[in-house]
């Protein structure tokens, strides 16, 4: 591969004067000068060291994303919106899966430092781990004060800008809706214990039912990893302990995409017989087959708000934006079955069609 020198050498010019060309200094070249470096570049198929350049600048221009799983629908979405921002201001992504890794986590925000980004974006729940939060913390404490910037999104212990869905309100929305259907025997198809996602979508889902006289005894949830694999075990195995559930909530709809499938092979008729409520509005939850009720929340806009937040013009307290729930009625979530009518306290409200509240 050709080096800057190699340049330098077929255009018989310096390296500094080279160098000055290919990356457009403002220091003036001749225009003799600049067509002999060009042609040497063409000629010997030169491709900038992007690396190089980036120590070189005094300006950060790249931005270090740390998230899950950029495969998962959740994650795609949110990226779609950084890469937006990211794109109009003419800034390069480093994306990072963890994989839910928490180790991981860590070795990526060291590496993404070493990498000298102008900013670091955390896209996913944080964990109920004391240890592991306060070295990120210390870590992130670190980049910043070298001057990098720091956005959360999810909520996390760290005490700077913040992109926070509203995930109490959403597992209430949820409650409050299979409860106004005449649900009782609710089941829940839970994420990871750790993450706090997992507890705020359950705290919300708890305390509606609790307003509405419910109980969710910890026999009625399952917990899993967020994917559709995981939504699909734990459906059978909540079915198993109990099948006289009514009622299906599932924490993301990925989740909720796996307890359909466990349903559709098992007979159970949705939402006939069983309703499913699912939680995110992914752009497949309107394409399955029936289309799933889902509480939405706007990804896009999440991850065009915390590029926003670290690109922008900083403030002197940390600023936290919190970003709505709302309800799509769609297909799988309906009355609860005649059998079980009698003990609901609520009359049944079938609700179809692609609507919000």
């Known amino acids: ?69 950029v495969s998962d629908p959740y994650f795609a979405e949110i990226t779609r919106g950084l890469q937006r921002v990211a794109t109009d201001q003419g800034r390069l992504l480093m994306i990072c899966n963890s994989y839910r ?61 913040a992109v926070m869905p509203d995930n109490r309100a959403g597992g209430y929305l949820a409650g409050r809706e299979l409860c106004g259907l005449g649900h009782r025997a609710i089941g829940v198809v839970a994420g990871p214990r750790i993450l706090t996602t997992t507890t705020d979508r359950l705290a919300g889902l708890r305390q509606a039912l609790t307003e509405q006289g419910r109980e969710l005894p910890e026999r009625r949830i399952r917990y899993a990893e967020f994917d559709r694999d995981g939504g699909a075990e734990a459906t059978a195995r909540l079915l198993d302990a109990d099948p006289e559930l009514t009622a299906i909530v599932a924490l993301n709809d990925s989740m909720a995409i796996g307890a359909l499938a466990t349903l559709r092979a098992r007979g159970l008729p949705v939402p006939q017989q069983i309703s499913v409520l699912g939680f995110d509005d992914m752009p497949i939850a309107r394409d399955v087959t029936p289309a799933l009720t889902t509480v939405r929340l706007p990804l896009v806009d999440m991850g065009v708000r915390a590029m926003s937040l670290v690109l922008g013009v900083g403030a002197p307290t940390p600023r936290v934006e919190v970003l709505p729930a709302e309800l799509v009625r769609r297909d799988t979530a309906g009355p609860v079955p005649p059998s079980t009518r009698a003990t609901a306290n609520s009359a049944p409200r079938a609700r179809r069609g692609d609507t919000t509240s």
């Open 1 to 69: 591969m050709a080096t800057l020198s190699d340049v330098a050498r077929r255009a018989g010019v310096s390296p500094a004067t080279a160098s000055r060309v290919i990356n457009g200094s403002s220091k003036p070249v001749t225009d003799e000068l600049r067509e002999r470096v060009l042609a040497a570049v063409a000629e010997l198929q030169y491709v900038p060291n992007a690396h190089a350049q980036l120590l070189a600048r005094s300006h950060r221009s790249a931005v270090g994303v740390i998230v899950h799983d």
């Open 101 to 161: 890794d928490p180790d991981r986590e860590l070795e990526y925000v060291e590496l993404l430092r070493g990498h000298q980004v102008a900013a670091l974006i955390l896209a996913g729940s944080g964990y109920h781990d004391e240890a592991f939060t306060r070295q990120l913390n210390e870590k992130l404490a670190a980049y910043e004060a070298t001057g990098g910037r720091v956005a959360v999104i999810g909520r996390h212990e760290h005490s700077g800008d």
